[in-house]
């Protein structure tokens, strides 16, 4: 029963198929529920719904598994799902939020530096900036620069994943890091 663990995603993907075996598909839950967290974790920043997310996408990648056709790898179809259901996500929390505001606007207090700080408490500043620009960022922007600078995913994979051209791709990076330098240099 065990040897299935020894099995590449797409053999698995076969077994599921010709046999219908749900524990066949817990394997690939095993192998991807951490990945698929971490990156809805790191798309939408809050943990409650990157567990929502994660359990949705997984059920909606067991349900629709018939449609995988093996054109590119089991992991980068599933980040496409990950990344499209994170985007379902940021689309039906704008309509849900017309007062509500995020806590994303908090202020950091300008903080004089002076030869009294030491450098690790400069960098803690400098960060803490970065991640403020960040979250006031586009939603598909953000995804983009996590894809590319977190996941470390190359201009070709990303690519394949988002279903656009390398040219595209590098675009939207161009203009993703140029509004994170405009807005950090127009803050700060």
Same mark, same amino acid.
């Given at each position: 029963?065990?040897?299935?663990?020894?099995?590449?995603?797409?053999?698995? !993907?076969?077994? !599921?198929?010709?046999?219908?075996?749900?524990?066949?598909?817990?394997?690939?839950?095993?192998?991807?529920?951490?990945?698929? +967290?971490?990156?809805?974790?790191?798309?939408?920043?809050?943990?409650?719904?990157?567990?929502? @997310?994660?359990? *949705?996408? @997984?059920?909606?990648? #067991?349900?629709?598994?018939?449609?995988?056709?093996?054109?590119?790898? +089991?992991?980068?179809?599933?980040?496409?799902?990950?990344?499209?259901?994170? @985007?379902?996500? +940021?689309?039906?929390?704008?309509?849900?939020?017309? !007062?509500?505001?995020?806590?994303?606007?908090?202020? =950091? *207090?300008?903080?004089?530096?002076?030869?009294?700080?030491?450098?690790?408490?400069? %960098?803690? !500043?400098? %960060?803490?900036?970065?991640?403020? /620009? +960040?979250?006031? %960022?586009?939603?598909?922007?953000?995804?983009?620069?996590? #894809?590319?600078?977190?996941?470390?995913? *190359?201009?070709?994979? =990303?690519?394949?994943? %988002?279903? /656009?051209?390398?040219?595209?791709?590098? #675009?939207?990076?161009?203009?993703?890091?140029?509004?994170? @330098?405009?807005?950090?240099?127009?803050?700060?």
């Amino acid at each position: 029963m065990t040897e299935y663990k020894k099995l590449t995603d797409d053999e698995l !993907i076969q077994l !599921i198929l010709s046999t219908g075996e749900l524990h066949y598909f817990g394997e690939l839950y095993d192998r991807y529920s951490n990945k698929v +967290f971490r990156k809805c974790y790191a798309m939408v920043q809050n943990e409650a719904d990157a567990e929502d @997310l994660t359990q *949705t996408i @997984l059920t909606k990648t #067991m349900l629709n598994i018939s449609k995988f056709k093996g054109n590119s790898s +089991f992991s980068t179809w599933l980040f496409r799902i990950t990344y499209n259901a994170c @985007l379902d996500h +940021f689309r039906l929390r704008k309509k849900k939020r017309k !007062i509500f505001t995020e806590d994303l606007n908090i202020d =950091i *207090t300008e903080v004089e530096q002076t030869d009294g700080i030491e450098e690790k408490q400069k %960098l803690e !500043i400098e %960060l803490g900036r970065v991640k403020e /620009i +960040f979250k006031e %960022l586009a939603d598909t922007d953000r995804m983009l620069l996590i #894809m590319k600078y977190q996941d470390r995913m *190359t201009v070709p994979v =990303i690519a394949e994943s %988002l279903n /656009i051209s390398e040219s595209a791709v590098k #675009m939207r990076l161009h203009r993703a890091r140029k509004r994170v @330098l405009d807005a950090y240099n127009e803050k700060f």
